[in-house]
């Protein structure tokens, strides 16, 4: 009796925590299909609420083609009524691109997960994985969608209804008991913190952690996955949007009509003005002729017909004392940096001993038993370190803390174990006995689109990076690729999709777009031009300069052979313009795929060239598409 009395009390106490937990955040485990354990929360929100079904809310971030009430309620399985209500448009309204939606749903109990359940078709080259994190945002995950389909076919295929699980929870007792009516599953995009989301609805950010099983040591999140948002009202368009700026203060009232006495006290005033705006020019035009000599040298107008990088001038050596308050002044520059002290560095790097330079100015050391890349540079860095301070994607490289000692500064960033790609993909006198097979090229690739797809879309401002060359490629320990050296990246604020103007060319010439070289135009263009360049060299293996050698002109002559319409010697033109370290090992279809892919970007006309947006998704759909199954789209003139 006394065995079956504790019995009930433990089984008693379990079912008031089921009713009392909160949610598990999924972290990055979105990106891993394998995983099945249920407490993960990645097959979806544990059934734990008061309620088995509930009124609920998502977000979905507009994408072209769902882009508009009709469509993204379609996709959602939402109400098209209460959905133009909800954002307060009509029900024939469209949105824009990367817009925040707020869609009703109606969430319920399937077993032991909260889910809201829509129907869609599957298209050609779709996965579990491209139709969670892609087509739904990561709305769902590739577990749910797997595990939701278990019982049928092994294989999904073109044209036939999928059920996707939408990622949805109804409020725990405890949540109720709080004043908590709804949770909103909101979509983490890039920059954003739970204090920020939390912000926007008016939440406290400690009952946000504690949904989602947070904490204030433990608060990292990460973009594609849902934070779980307490609501005690419906949510409004108005938490969903920016805030207008501040109005501009309205200007003064004129003065009152002068008299002709004042008249001639403004005749004195603006006199002594424009005396004084003279005397000022004449005085900093001097310290400007005295002072900064080397300004005066006119700039590069045309580039060196060398493959060599063009190199920028060398900046002038700081002449800033290492005192307390320059240290402090460094930390408002960045303030989630560590500021080494120079004798940390000098450890870390055996005094900065020749065993320890990999190349140039970066040093390996190690910092608290960790590898890490030391950079030696000269000049004014606050802008690099001002814009590696704000952006955060696993494909360009971390800086994880600065230093400044006798005039140089030193940025500590992550290693990349496997070095640089120039290291891995070229053949000849030019390579080494490294080599990457086909998945590794196309990842790498891929990787590269990716971050600079954040830099184009996801920054604020954007930015274009213009120094693309396999050189600042690094490889992770899983040979995943990390975008580095950010000294030549330019703010796209403001152009609109217009083209900036610049008569500094600098830079790899090999990697250069040509209206860049040309007429220094600058775009996001010129970015998916290196893009092109480099997928280039690492599908033939060979340097971009052995590449012009076979060209009058324009780089994406060398595909003409391997795209010719006519081509009955196709599969032997393939197999010579591919690298001969594949061995062949590779799908002829998906090399075709990436070939064209590789001339949309080459194209000369820069806005004929596709956006990174849409490189970064053909070429995830190469990595993860079976042979055959996926087609590039782009526009090829002439062919």
Not at 68 to 86: C, E, P, W
Not at 406 to 433: K, Q, R, T
Not at 507 to 522: A, K, T
């Amino acid at each position: 009796m006394a065995f079956l009395l504790r019995l009930f009390l433990i089984i008693s106490l379990l079912f008031i925590y089921m009713i009392q937990a909160q949610q598990p955040y999924i972290r990055k485990l979105t990106t891993n299909c394998g995983v099945r354990n249920a407490s993960t929360s990645v097959l979806g929100y544990a059934c734990n609420g008061l309620n088995r079904t509930c009124q609920a809310y998502l977000t979905f971030r507009s994408t072209p083609p769902y882009n508009t009430v009709t469509s993204i309620s379609n996709l959602l399985n939402a109400n098209a009524t209460q959905l133009s209500r909800l954002n307060s448009v009509s029900e024939t309204a469209a949105f824009g691109t990367g817009e925040t939606v707020l869609v009703p749903t109606r969430c319920s109990c399937v077993g032991q997960f909260y889910q809201a359940n829509a129907t869609y078709v599957i298209q050609a080259g779709d996965t579990p994985f491209l139709i969670a994190n892609d087509t739904y945002g990561g709305l769902s995950t590739c577990h749910a969608i797997q595990v939701q389909r278990s019982n049928l076919t092994v294989n999904i295929y073109t044209g036939s209804r999928l059920t996707v699980p939408l990622r949805c929870a109804c409020p725990t007792e405890k949540q109720a008991s709080a004043g908590v009516r709804y949770l909103l599953s909101y979509l983490i995009t890039w920059g954003q913190t739970v204090s920020g989301i939390s912000a926007k609805f008016g939440v406290d950010t400690g009952m946000t952690l504690l949904a989602n099983q947070l904490s204030e040591q433990d608060y990292t999140i990460f973009p594609f996955t849902t934070l779980l948002v307490p609501l005690s009202d419906q949510p409004s368009r108005s938490q969903t949007i920016a805030p207008p700026p501040p109005p501009s203060t309205s200007p003064p009232p004129p003065p009152p009509a002068a008299t002709s006495s004042n008249d001639h006290k403004w005749a004195y005033m603006l006199i002594g003005i424009l005396g004084g705006v003279v005397l000022t020019s004449a005085i900093g035009f001097c310290l400007f002729w005295f002072c900064f000599p080397e300004r005066r040298k006119p700039m590069v107008s045309s580039a060196s017909q060398s493959f060599e990088a063009i190199e920028k001038p060398a900046d002038k050596k700081l002449d800033v004392d290492d005192d307390a308050e320059f240290i402090e002044s460094l930390n408002s520059i960045a303030q989630s940096l560590k500021v080494y002290k120079f004798e940390e560095l000098k450890a870390a790097t055996q005094d900065f001993s020749p065993d320890c330079l990999i190349k140039g100015s970066v040093y390996q050391g190690t910092i608290n038993g960790n590898l890490a890349a030391i950079k030696k540079m000269h000049g004014d860095v606050s802008k690099e370190i001002q814009l590696l301070n704000t952006i955060h994607h696993q494909n360009l490289v971390r800086l994880s803390g600065v230093c400044f000692d006798d005039g140089h500064w030193y940025l500590v960033y992550e290693f990349a174990v496997n070095g640089p790609l120039s290291d891995w993909i070229y053949h000849g006198e030019l390579g080494s006995n490294k080599s990457l097979n086909w998945i590794q090229r196309i990842q790498v690739a891929f990787d590269v689109a990716n971050g600079l797809d954040y830099l184009h879309s996801y920054t604020t401002p954007p930015y274009v990076y213009k120094n693309l060359e396999s050189s600042n490629i690094l490889l992770d320990a899983d040979f995943r690729a990390k975008i580095t050296n950010f000294d030549l990246a330019r703010s796209a604020e403001g152009q609109e999709g217009q083209f900036a103007l610049t008569r500094h060319i600098v830079g790899n010439r090999g990697y250069m777009s040509p209206e860049y070289l040309e007429n220094g135009l600058i775009s996001t263009k010129l970015d998916v031009y290196g893009l092109g360049v480099l997928m280039l060299e690492i599908v033939t293996g060979k340097h971009v300069s052995d590449l012009y050698e076979k060209v009058n002109k324009n780089l994406s002559e060398v595909l003409d052979k391997v795209l010719e319409e006519e081509n009955i010697d196709r599969k032997e033109k393939l197999t010579d313009f591919m690298d001969p370290r594949l061995q062949g090992n590779y799908s002829p279809e998906l090399a075709m795929s990436v070939i064209r892919l590789m001339d949309g970007c080459l194209d000369k006309d820069p806005s004929a060239r596709p956006d990174m947006n849409e490189v970064s998704q053909r070429l995830s759909r190469i990595l993860t598409s079976p042979a055959g199954e996926v087609s590039v789209t782009i526009s090829v003139k002439g062919r």
